[in-house]
């Protein structure tokens, strides 16, 4: 596989909803533009010029461009990278406090929604401390 070309994600990988959505995210992902990371792992948060509490509270998007995303604006950044269209950061532009209130209200209850095995439960070397 040729090594990604728009950019890294870095999520939670205690969490198996995040789990879930970063499965959702792959599959769209066709053409392997996304680097998808855990937080836990060794030096990831750095990778994006992001502390371990930015990550903890928010996925957090370092594109092509250089630029770091957290929350909303993260997902609609990498939906945008993954469709090979404008139309999700498009729409987050217009919409950005309602999509900011919704990805936190979700992030603030993300036990609530059904997941999967945790990345780090299932790649436990990955997510050990450096």
């Known amino acids: 596989m040729t090594e ?3 950019g890294r994600l870095v999520f939670d990988g205690e969490c198996g909803f ?3 959505c970063v499965g959702w995210v792959r599959r769209l ?3 392997g533009r996304i680097d998808v990371r855990p937080y836990q792992a060794p030096g990831v948060p750095a990778s994006v010029g992001a502390s ?3 990550c903890a509270e928010a996925v957090q ?3 092509p461009d250089g630029v770091r995303r957290s929350g909303a604006d993260a997902v609609n950044a990498v939906l945008s990278t993954v469709t090979g269209t404008t139309v999700p950061s498009a729409v987050y532009r217009a919409t950005s406090g309602l999509q900011e209130a919704a990805y936190r209200w979700v992030a603030d209850h ?3 929604f059904p997941g999967a ?3 780090c439960q299932e790649n436990p070397r990955e997510c050990a401390a450096g």
């Open 117 to 119: 095995s945790p990345h």
């Open 4 to 6: 990604p070309t728009g």
């Open 61 to 63: 998007w370092l594109g």
């Open 110 to 112: 993300r036990s609530w």
């Open 29 to 31: 992902d066709r053409r």
């Open 18 to 20: 995040c789990t879930r």
């Open 52 to 54: 371990t509490e930015q």
